[in-house]
């Protein structure tokens, strides 16, 4: 039993991660490419190990010849043969074994070379398979040394670059910190993996918070939408898939202890976390937080929203230079077009009636609707400010102002169909009225009332 051999294997698997069997092979072929440069031709040289004691035996398959020897890589004389088996005869194949203390100095430094290129390739493979499964994940690396711009982190096995494009501005990092990186792509190269990672990665807040909340590791919370300016500001849209789960809540935890240890990882990125709405209005608004909202506008089919905001909330909503609007629309994945009050009062497209179908019908259908004018028709926060001088279709009331009021002043001399009546005067005009059955004197009845 080779015990030198085995221990010297077991070693190579346990560090390097290297199957034997990988190893094995490795020094069969050795041993035939040392054949070949002893003897010239490997072409019949046959190697074979036990993988249990790891002993080794190398022979050359030769042919028996009665007469004389013309190769004596591939035929051996009849009496040689004899030597190593007695029944031998001209024509059979003959194992001649091949002692490797004979092999020269070349010959066992080729061989040499040829196992430890098998290990180093074999090691570059077991490296890039491992961080290969890592891929679009987070790994914590230590800060090594800046080549250039760029900036070397060791992962372990590896070392991973940090290019300048990937790296946040206001971060500077020393060596032997550690830090966590997202890895971005793994390639296989000749001199072993190039692993580049990143800090600037929307995917990285996504992993951080994978890996401190619990509840979106088992699925019950659900990360929609991430938008992020890396350094400084973040929006995360979440979902519970539990309605006994708070989503926000359980990534923002107890005292906000989860939330903010990401936080410190990312050196005081300030990060959002909104609730997420299939509806795309409440969605748009609640990624514009913290401003509020008047009227949001959203088309589904162009991916366009118009967001009108109070005159105060303005540059609230758009953010430092347009940063918060930004990250909403990234976030939701609409076009957003933000206008406070008083722009919006004078543009198409922010008004409630440049999206009610029937709205120019209104004032020439009074007659015909049945209780309208006394009723008061649902429009969102900020409206009556937005248009104070405007009367809505519905009957909007406004200041005190009635719709009864303005049908008077419209309409001064005619009757209602439906019998509007003001004021109790209804009861003495239509006792009265009730004597004129021809129309001619239904009129003339009217106008005494009046007068």
């Known amino acids: 039993m080779n015990k030198e051999l085995m221990e010297a294997l077991d070693v190579l698997e346990k560090e390097k991660e290297i199957s034997k069997e990988t190893l094995f092979e490795a020094i069969e072929n050795s041993l035939i490419t040392a054949c070949k440069n002893h003897f010239g031709k490997s072409d019949n040289v046959k190697v074979e190990i036990n993988r249990e004691t790891c002993d080794f035996l190398c022979y050359a398959e030769k042919e028996v010849v009665e007469e004389e020897v013309e190769d004596d890589c591939l035929q051996i004389s009849l009496e040689d043969a004899r030597e190593i088996r007695s029944d031998a005869q001209p024509g059979d194949v003959i194992h001649v074994e091949i002692k490797s203390k004979e092999f020269g100095r070349i010959a066992t430094q080729n061989a040499k070379n040829v196992i430890l290129q098998k290990i180093r390739e074999e090691e570059r493979s077991v490296i890039y398979n491992q961080y290969f ?78 890996a401190e909340v619990t509840e979106i590791r088992d699925g019950t919370v659900e990360i929609m939408s991430i938008a992020r300016e890396a350094g400084s500001r973040t929006k995360m849209a979440v979902k519970s898939n539990n309605p006994n789960v708070d989503a926000v809540g359980a990534c923002v935890g107890l005292n906000g202890v989860r939330v903010n240890s990401i936080v410190e990882e990312l050196r005081g990125e ?65 076009k957003i077009d933000i206008k406070s009050e008083t722009q919006a009062k004078d543009a198409p497209g922010f008004r409630y009636e440049d999206y009610l179908d029937e709205y120019d019908e209104y004032d020439e259908d009074y007659e015909e609707l049945d209780d309208g004018y006394g009723q008061e028709t649902e429009y969102g926060e900020g409206y009556e400010e937005e248009y104070p001088e405007e009367s809505s279709g519905g009957g909007y009331e406004e200041d005190g102002g009635s719709p009864e009021e303005e049908f008077e002043e419209t309409y001064p001399e005619e009757g209602r169909e439906d019998g509007y009546v003001e004021d109790g005067s209804g009861d003495e005009y239509e006792e009265e009225a009730e004597e004129y059955e021809d129309s001619e004197e239904y009129e003339e009845a009217a106008e005494d009332i009046k007068e």
């Open 133 to 210: 499964e890592k891929e679009k994940d987070i790994v914590t690396g230590i800060v090594q040394r800046y080549i250039g711009r760029n900036i070397s982190i060791n992962l372990g096995k590896a070392d991973g670059i940090l290019n300048d494009s990937e790296q946040v501005k206001s971060e500077t990092f020393r060596p032997t910190e550690r830090i966590k990186v997202y890895i971005l792509e793994v390639k296989n190269t000749p001199k072993g993996p190039r692993i580049l990672v990143s800090r600037t990665h929307p995917e990285l807040v996504k992993r951080l918070f994978e």
């Open 270 to 334: 300030k990060i959002d976390i909104i609730n997420w709405d299939e509806n795309p209005g409440n969605l748009i608004q609640n990624a514009l937080s913290p401003a509020k909202i008047v009227a949001v506008f959203a088309d589904p089919d162009e991916k366009t929203a118009k967001v009108v905001v109070p005159d105060y909330q303005l540059s609230l909503a758009i953010g430092k230079e347009g940063q918060n609007a930004r990250l909403a629309a990234r976030l939701t994945g609409y």
